[in-house]
């Protein structure tokens, strides 16, 4: 969130960094917040997940309107790591309220690199104990990706050959994903025929080599892209970074001047950021056993904002967001989240969706045209957010 560096009314040239609170008005509306931002943030998370879920749901939603969500949703992270997260940290450790050493180094992007870096140490360290593990149980996988196959977590990017396979490896039964993916196949199937038949290059499906290593002996592949373990550590870095932002607008929200346009903003913006979210958890592939995940993953969401907004009504007599020690908070905790969220938009999402799946590198220049268009209109209204809040 933007910051505004309040003047105090006797003496125009010295800044209030710290005395008094919060603005106390529309309290009522405020309160009434909590509950409105709840909805939002619920709707937007919940709805891709339940509707997935739901077989009623599944057969009269066209597959497209995942996609859509999908690929809307992957946009809208970026352009949150960037617009709502990088620069106003980047405001807030540049506030003339902290010490001239705050001034001498952009802190805000040295904090996200670190961020970004941290996670993707945290990811490979977690795809090689992965990798490890297999290889005790005599099983290969292609750590380079040359069979295009996808990297641990990112849930969606997996072609769909592969997809099926791993969910019957683990639970024999594999008529509720045949039947939820049967009109996508038919398409995707259709697509492919259409490019062989014009001649076009086609893309390997990203099989792991777990494939090849084990169809002979009578098992069925399961690659390490569909790991439970991999998909939860994905989606948890995704959350922590979305949850922190989420905490932090929700105390924004509670004692900011400008409210009520803040207010309007953010039920948009909470909207579209869970469903940025949700999509990502509806794609999730689980043993029946975690599949509470997905749920826990959007409610934590929902609940965050609203729960930062009730606790910005409990203190803002004597909390200042323009405070020293709220400037140099929420600007390291905002620069770090927007690293997280830059990682996982560009690497995990943008890069795997797009550049790792063979489904999409085979698919008509329509559907990539769709899916990236999509993408860049999520980004652009998230963007556009960013002028209010």
């Not at 960094?17 to 919060?22: A, D, E, Q």
């Amino acid at each position: 969130m933007r910051r505004t560096f309040h003047i105090l009314a006797d003496d125009d040239d010295q800044l209030n960094c710290g005395s008094g609170g919060g603005d106390r008005s529309d309290t009522g509306l405020r309160i009434a917040s909590i509950f409105i931002i709840l909805i939002g943030s619920l709707a937007g998370a919940l709805f891709p997940v339940l509707a997935r879920r739901n077989k009623w749901l599944n057969q009269r939603i066209p597959h497209r309107v995942f996609d859509t969500a999908k690929y809307f949703g992957s946009g809208v992270i970026i352009s949150t790591g960037l617009i709502h997260l990088l620069e106003p940290a980047t405001d807030a450790l540049s506030s003339p309220c902290l010490s001239p050493a705050w001034q001498d180094y952009p802190y805000a992007f040295g904090i996200c690199l670190i961020s970004m870096f941290l996670i993707f140490i945290v990811e490979v360290s977690a795809f090689r104990w992965g990798t490890a593990r297999l290889k005790r149980l005599g099983l290969v996988h292609d750590a380079h990706g040359h069979g295009l196959a996808s990297h641990a977590a990112h849930g969606p990017e997996t072609d769909r050959t592969a997809q099926g396979n791993a969910a019957l490896s683990r639970n024999g039964n594999p008529e509720d994903e045949i039947t939820r993916e049967k009109s996508h196949d038919a398409d995707s199937t259709h697509s492919h025929s259409h490019a062989h038949g014009q001649g076009q290059p086609t893309f390997p499906h990203a099989h792991s080599d777990l494939e090849t290593g084990k169809r002979s002996q009578g098992h069925q592949p399961h690659a390490v892209g569909d790991s439970p373990t991999a998909q939860i550590i994905g989606v948890a870095i995704l959350e922590f970074g979305v949850v922190l932002h989420s905490i932090l607008i929700g105390l924004t929200l509670a004692v900011n001047e400008e409210f009520k346009i803040l207010f309007i903003v953010l039920i948009f913006h909470q909207t579209f950021e869970g469903l940025g979210v949700g999509s990502r958890l509806a794609y999730l592939r689980l043993p029946p056993k975690y599949n509470y995940i997905p749920i826990v993953g959007g409610i934590l969401f929902g609940v965050t904002t609203p729960l930062g907004i009730a606790v910005g009504l409990g203190v803002r007599t004597t909390y200042n967001p323009d405070s020293t020690t709220a400037s140099i908070v929420s600007g390291i905790l905002d620069a770090f989240s927007s690293g997280i969220l830059l990682y996982t938009g560009l690497v995990e999402l943008m890069a795997h969706e797009f550049l790792f799946n063979s489904d999409m590198l085979n698919s008509s220049n329509s559907h990539l045209a769709y899916a990236i268009g999509c993408m860049v209109a999520g980004a652009g209204i998230m963007a556009l957010l960013g002028r209010w809040a």
